[in-house]
């Protein structure tokens, strides 16, 4: 008999969800109208099951409790405080549900990708900043928020959306990167990125073509992600970092944007060696493997091992 595992994601890319059978993901389908309330989600996440459907795993950004909770979601509101898990199990009348923090199931997707690795922290470097730790034998060691990790102490750190200064989302993460962005090229009196090109995309181009800008802007975002990881490394230790997230994806691919990495590393770690030994690994992309899939895999390896716990 088939693995069959209904996966739903509920994230910054919307509500998506996908079947995984024996290791292997199936169609992903999307809505066709916007799903706004707890009775809509549950009619899409269960509509067409599979009568072997072995569990039911959602995976969403926010803060979760005991895998069945959904304390608060910042991508579905509607959400907040609902026992998703429970619900949907009343719904489906037979099918175990678990429900999981998003980074819970890409950092469980990486080990999925990368069983060699024993012990490795996976980090998205995308609008935000997002990290887990993952051992092998224990999963993941605990929830986190990496990137609220304060990387520059002084009075005139950029301030972060979560109210404090100095955070490495505030200093690197996409969504602050493009806001950086749109102010340099202003202040200096340059020309706006293209229509339809991504801020970030221009950066990227503006700093292969040693715009001074361009330059200063990633010393500062290079930087800041030396010394968090640097900290990270002398804390933890890991083996090595799984990367993913459209920053990380174009950013770490600039051959000088990791030697720039690697080299605040070394100013900021007591044994340099820790900073060589750290392999740099990307979540596959497209089409190797579907948007978010390792989110999916590891959401469909964790809906498995809560089965054997029941």
């Known amino acids: 008999m088939p693995e069959i595992i209904r996966v739903i994601e509920i994230g910054g890319k919307g509500i998506r969800k996908a079947d995984v059978i024996n290791g292997e993901i199936k169609s992903v389908f999307i809505p066709y109208e916007p799903i706004t309330t707890v009775r809509d989600l549950l009619y899409f996440a269960t509509f067409d099951l599979c009568t072997d459907t072995m569990a039911i795993a959602y995976s969403s950004a926010g803060v979760i409790n005991s ?21 949907t199990e009343k719904t489906t009348g037979r099918i175990p549900t678990v429900v999981l923090n998003d980074m819970e199931a890409s950092v469980t997707g990486m080990h999925v990708l990368f069983p060699q690795l024993k012990y490795f922290i996976g980090i998205t470097w995308s609008s935000g900043i997002g990290l887990r730790v993952y051992a092998d034998g224990v999963g993941i060691i605990s929830d986190s928020e990496g990137g609220h990790m304060c990387v520059d102490a002084s009075p005139f750190a950029r301030l972060c959306g979560c109210g404090r200064r100095g955070c490495i989302e505030a200093i690197a993460g996409g969504i602050n990167v493009t806001c950086q962005i749109l102010t340099e090229l202003q202040a200096r009196g340059l020309e706006a990125p293209p229509p339809g090109m991504h801020p970030c995309k221009y950066l990227d181009e503006a700093y292969l073509a040693n715009n001074d800008w361009a330059m200063d802007l990633y010393h500062q975002i290079t930087t800041g992600m030396g010394v968090f990881l640097a900290n990270l490394v002398t804390l933890l230790r890991p083996t090595a970092i799984v990367w993913k997230g459209s920053f990380a994806q174009s950013a770490l691919r600039i051959s000088p944007i ?37 989110a999916y895999l590891g959401a469909a390896e964790f809906a498995k091992l809560f089965l054997k716990q029941l």
């Open 258 to 294: 990791e030697e720039a990495i690697r080299a605040t590393m070394y100013t900021h770690l007591m044994q340099q060696s820790w900073a060589d030994e750290l392999k740099f690994l990307f979540v596959p992309s497209p089409p190797e493997l579907i948007e978010d899939g390792e």
């Open 67 to 87: 895998h069945r909770w959904v304390v608060t979601s910042p991508n579905a509101h509607f959400l907040d405080k609902a026992d998703l898990a429970t619900i």
